[in-house]
T-cell receptor
Framework: GDSVTQMEGPVTLSEEAFLTINCTYT??????LFWYVQYPGEGLQLLLK?????DKGSNKGFEATYRKETTSFHLEKGSVQVSDSAVYFC??????????FGSGTQLTVLP | DAGVIQSPRHEVTEMGQEVTLRCKPI?????LFWYRQTMMRGLELLIY????????DSGMPEDRFSAKMPNASFSTLKIQPSEPRDSAVYFC?????????????FGPGTRLTVT
């Protein structure tokens, strides 16, 4: 079945540091890939998405590229801010309608 | 635009009581999902509906859990009787079949505490 493997957290960075959160997936066919973000006490918000190989999703300075050859969708940001502190989830949608989520990565950015 | 609406936001109840969680999806969306989130198990899909019909309830933990969607703008998740291990945050999400491929929009969640 479909699965998503995410980098174990927690991740702690200083403000303005470079961020990478690794995500790899297993799926049949051609899944769509997503990154969701969850701020404390809130629901999940869609951060970015990519629907086919080599697509780059981007939003709020975050980027991720759909790499079919390595089955990866790593999240990156060049300069993180304290306000980026949250839990980040990688997810895919395959042949079924539901999303398959990774376990989440807690990011803390220190001033 | 109004997003997914859930109520209540917080619920504290005693073991053995019935709990009903409510969800209003985004207008026009035809898929609705119920998730449960805990520290130990992460995000779990409980059940989802398409056009008000339950499609997959394999994630519902046991018979104490039931979900309904009487119309396109309302769904409930009921736990009867509740147990302490049901304590979690319950999320509702909706999506549009013809929209961007399967992306889901989440509500703010209901934090359930069973004592």
């Amino acid at each position: 079945g479909d699965s998503v493997t995410q980098m174990e957290g927690p991740v702690t960075l200083s403000e303005e540091a470079f961020l990478t959160i690794n995500c790899t997936y297993t799926a049949t066919g051609y899944p769509s890939l997503f990154w969701y973000v969850q701020y404390p006490g809130e629901g999940l918000q869609l951060l970015l998405k990519a629907t086919k190989a080599d697509d780059k999703g981007s939003n709020k300075g975050f980027e991720a590229t759909y790499r079919k050859e390595t089955t990866s969708f790593h999240l990156e940001k060049g300069s993180v801010q304290v306000s980026d502190s949250a839990v980040y989830f990688c997810a895919l949608s395959g042949s079924a309608r539901q999303l398959t989520f990774g376990s989440g990565t807690q990011l803390t950015v220190l001033p | 635009d109004a997003g997914v609406i859930q109520s209540p936001r917080h619920e504290v109840t005693e073991m053995g009581q019935e709990v009903t969680l409510r969800c209003k999806p985004i207008s026009g969306h035809d898929y609705l999902f119920w998730y449960r989130q805990t520290m130990m198990r992460g995000l779990e899909l409980l059940i989802y509906f398409n056009n008000n019909v339950p499609i997959d309830d394999s994630g519902m933990p046991e018979d104490r859990f039931s979900a309904k969607m009487p119309n396109a703008s309302f769904s409930t998740l009921k736990i009867q009787p509740s147990e302490p291990r049901d304590s979690a945050v319950y999320f509702c999400a909706s999506s549009l079949a013809t929209g961007q491929r399967y992306e889901q929009y989440f509500g703010p969640g209901t934090r359930l505490t069973v004592t």
